[in-house]
């Protein structure tokens, strides 16, 4: 996977997260946001990538997943619920997207999957969340994504 | 109407059943199967079901959880739905089995019986989290109506739904592995999860809407989610497009394009509108699942080999899940139907005098103890004679771990005040308890052999890999392939058949990856360099048998 549209994939959901939650009560408005989100995931990932390959296979909903984790950092109620679900779900994507990858003979990021995880546990212990701490969250979920 | 509704479904059954006889009798080739379509009709219907089943109780603990006020009527239908959708799904893997009396040898008890399940098998791993998930499920409903009379069972009610909020994604997602971890280029998808998960809560909203349709009752919200989730899953059809080039215009048009007259404020008004178009949904879904399961898509259907048997399967089980769910809902409504607190508005103040004890602390202890649970399992897996000559992966224990954690969880949260309702509980437990200690050595512990598979080095490349053949595979597969007749007739699973066509249809890759990694009762046998000359071998004896 190249390594310049890797990045770039984690610049784009940074950008696109700032899209998310402006519609604090509009449910439809809302999940138009998401699934535009996610339409606009998929099309990078076929263009960026080669799709012949597995590991593409469920890009756009990491993408998506890691778009979700950064939205929460701008949320104003039950940020920390939210952010811990996010991260689960970031988490639940590499698992077992992994594990239907291992058995066509690829490894499992295990370093990836026990961050992420470590990321979910110590978020639960978090009772007030600043803007340092807001920036810190989006630092390490950055390094995971590029360096893992 | 509640009685209308039964005896139609009774009238859908009947003839139904039918087809349900003739497949025990006949077996796998009574419904349409062919080279390519290996698994058909009942595990199409399996799949369809058991999202349903997934989606009731995900709706209901979900909106729980998430501080999302359903009225209880609501709550109520989901998850009455899931127990008879639950029950609908688990009789077509029997029927697929063959030989149903043998099930539960797919049971991961390790080598309790002296058979050793493979622990690497998404089919192992299903049967455990659909058991479990069955259990759980049927203590949640069980909390909730028992909840008026015993308000200490109603504290439980919402801590219960947050061990089973992760407990039924888990399990949705346990399904979409069997498809995802198998090297059929149709089923090939590690988004697969997500995918299945999005389809089974979509499905599962359109059948609360019919339902609650039925009753002459509406959730607004409820009608946005499914407008929401067609758009989603259309999205996510889209990705499949790109990849695979596969799309399905009559799924689309059933799921998707026709739940989209909701935006039409004359339809979404008219009970009949929303009926139509939450029916449509379950269709065109249904549709999607059984193109997913039939790589022949559309073309597959409108030929004539889609038969009969197939089509009363279908009618079986819309007529047990109509004859079950509107038998009970019968029933309910002549004892709890003016039963406010079951079946009324949320009212705030009836459900605040429950006293608040935060989640965390309900749920540490019960979570403690099903980690524990869950590490013993881990330890014991271990410890096991037969992984001294296989390894045994981390990925084939960790989809079996959460579902081991909630049930450990669960039975710690409520088993006190369970036992503490009626004197007869306690003895029911206790006997359930016996019978499963009995299945579990039913067959008497698996003895070591003298045998080692290192001591005949079969992974040495050097041998003649008719030689591995004979050690690893004849047994069940037959010396020439064509099936050990004997052994097979006295132990589940039979064996695939291996006739070129069949060998054609999974590639060599899928083949490969079966004889490394093992599937169901097929355990890990030999390296990939070892498994792909065996795969050639296969080959060889597949030409001449023909």
Redesign the interface.
Known sequence: MNPLFNSLACLLALAMSAFLWRYSNK??KN??F??GN??FF?LYS?LAFD?AS?M???Y??RMLALCFCFSTTSLNHKRRRYLVMAQ?FWL??E???????????ID?SWTRIAAIGVGCVCSTFLSNISKEMEFCLMVYWIAIWIMF | MFKKLFWIGLVLLVPGATSLLYSLYFGPGAWTTDGFTFWGTPISLFVFWIGLSHAGTLISAVLLCLDIKLDRRTSMLAELSTLCSLLVAAIFPLIHLGVVPNFYMIMPLLDGRGNFSNLGSPLVWDFCCIAIYGILSFLFFTIHILGDTHRHLRRMYKPFAWILFPLVLWVHTVVSLDFATTFVPHWRGSFFPIYFIVGALYSGLALINLLLTVEGYRIRLLEKLMLVGSWFLLVIWFWNFVLKGEWYSSAFIFGVLFVQFLLVMNIRESRWGRGLISFSVLVGLFLERYFLVVPYGETFVAGVSFGIVDLLMILFSIGLFMSVFFGLRYRMATNLEHNEVLMGDVDVKKDSDVPVVPIYQVLRFPFLCGILFAMVFLVWAYSLLPYETFDLPLTGIIPLSYPLIAFMAALTLCGKAILSINKMVPVVFLALLLILFGIFYGGGSSQLSNYKLESANLENHEIPVEWVWKAKCASCHGVNGGLNQKFIREFYPVPQNLTLERLDSLGVDSLINVVTYGRGNMQQTVDKQTARRLVQWMYKLAKELK
């Open positions: 449910l439809i999940s138009l998401v699934i996610f339409l998929c076929a799709l597995p593409v296979e469920n756009p909903f689960c639940w994507v698992l077992f997207g992994g594990i239907s990858l291992f058995y066509r003979g499992i």
